[in-house]
């Protein structure tokens, strides 16, 4: 028997669909970052040549140059656990802004593991691992505690413990932590026993945690019931608590997890690349997974190809600089461009004529902002 037509059809849109806005929204901003750089050259002609320049030497410098690829994927790691850690939150209609400071804290609690505990070989890096871990869900607890108990904001809440997390972790690495005989602002390195194997030049281990992460998280939240209480919840708290769901705990568990996750991606960062904890630590991946988040839909799956360009854009960066002579700035003018038209899904589809089904689009992030 043949195959209606039009069955392919709708088959085809509801594959494509999803990927229409967060691929149009790339372009679009590739197209008015290029309309930036000729505006502001000293002619077009060259405007458009630094153009190419600068767009094929971030591309060039990411993938196709000596450890551009390894360099790419070593960004790419902390960003697929941080977006991660923004994404589970939205799921349940929270705002998790705190990823950067939950990242810090893990990183901290991990290190701390790392120095002061003796383990054998495998059994530190994992234990360590786990250390940062608790310590970003330590972080995460707090707002989802004070949302679920006391209503209180989880935007605002995650904001204020950004920074007293940044500036903790600071006052202990120039103060109790400081390692002795060195100028160097950070704390002694951890044992060799809990580093991370390296794979390939800078490449290490962490990066296949975090692809093996991004998958256990997708499974737990279409094909459990968890998942299915929390996406509930973000959907219409109300109807989820008449069918027996406390939304409350839903709050909890997903900013205890999502902070778990951004702590493992601080420790990894630790344990597969610096071995010690220093001042400024973050460098901003937290505030880069909104971005990343955004882009996947909020799906841990796609969270790995947005943190793959987000990569591309954080490695290749300074080769757009060196090629073109361009400001390092219109990468960061990329990346909140990007972020603009993956949040304002309506610009995109009135620019492109697009008719696409938004009965479900942006629950999660309507709820995180009204509450």
């Known amino acids: 028997m043949a195959k209606n037509p039009d069955t392919k059809k709708t088959a085809a849109q509801r594959f494509l669909q999803p ?10 901003s590739l197209i008015i970052g ?27 410098g990411a993938l196709f140059r000596r450890n551009g690829i390894t360099n790419t994927l070593v960004a790419t790691t902390p960003l697929i656990l941080t977006g991660l850690a923004v994404a589970i939150p939205f799921q349940a209609g929270l705002f998790n802004i ?32 786990l250390a940062g871990f608790a310590g970003g869900a330590l972080w995460g607890f707090i707002p989802g505690f004070l949302r679920a108990r006391l209503g209180a904001h989880e ?8 920074f007293v997390g940044i500036l903790l972790v600071n006052f202990a690495v120039r103060g109790p932590f400081k390692a002795p005989n060195t100028t160097s602002v950070q704390t002694l390195p951890i044992h060799e026993s809990a580093e991370m194997l390296r794979i390939a030049g800078r490449l290490h281990l962490g990066f296949f945690v975090a692809i093996i992460v991004a998958a256990i998280m997708y499974y737990f939240l ?24 406390r939304p409350k705990n839903e709050y909890i568990k997903s900013m205890v997890i999502a902070g778990g996750l951004a702590g493992l991606a601080g420790v990894l960062e630790v344990q597969g690349l610096t071995r010690v904890l220093t001042e400024g630590f973050a460098a901003g991946y937290g505030f880069d997974a909104i971005a990343v988040s955004l882009l ?18 954080r490695i290749g960066g300074d080769f757009l600089q060196i090629r073109a002579g361009l400001s390092i700035h219109i990468v960061s003018i990329l990346q909140a461009l990007i972020l603009l038209f993956v949040s304002a899904t309506a610009i995109v589809r009135y620019l492109y004529r697009l008719k696409i089904d938004t009965s479900n689009e942006g629950a999660a992030l309507s709820r995180g902002w009204g509450g």
């Open 19 to 28: 990927l229409a806005i967060p691929l149009l929204a790339i372009l679009t």
């Open 34 to 60: 290029a309309l930036v750089i000729i505006f502001t050259a000293e002619n077009p002609l060259v405007g458009l040549q630094k153009v190419a320049t600068g767009y094929w030497g971030i591309i060039d």
């Open 98 to 129: 705190g990823a950067e400071g939950q990242f810090i804290i893990g990183a901290f609690v991990g290190t701390m593991a790392g120095i002061y505990i003796d383990l054998p070989p495998v059994i530190h890096t994992i234990f360590v691992m």
């Open 155 to 162: 935007v605002i809440n995650t904001i204020m413990l950004n």
């Open 222 to 245: 279409y094909r459990t019931t968890w998942g299915f209480s929390l996406r509930t919840t973000g959907q219409n708290p109300d109807a989820a608590e008449y069918a027996g769901i």
């Open 296 to 313: 996947a839909l909020n799906n841990p799956l796609a969270i790995i190809p947005a943190a793959f360009i987000f990569g591309i854009l």
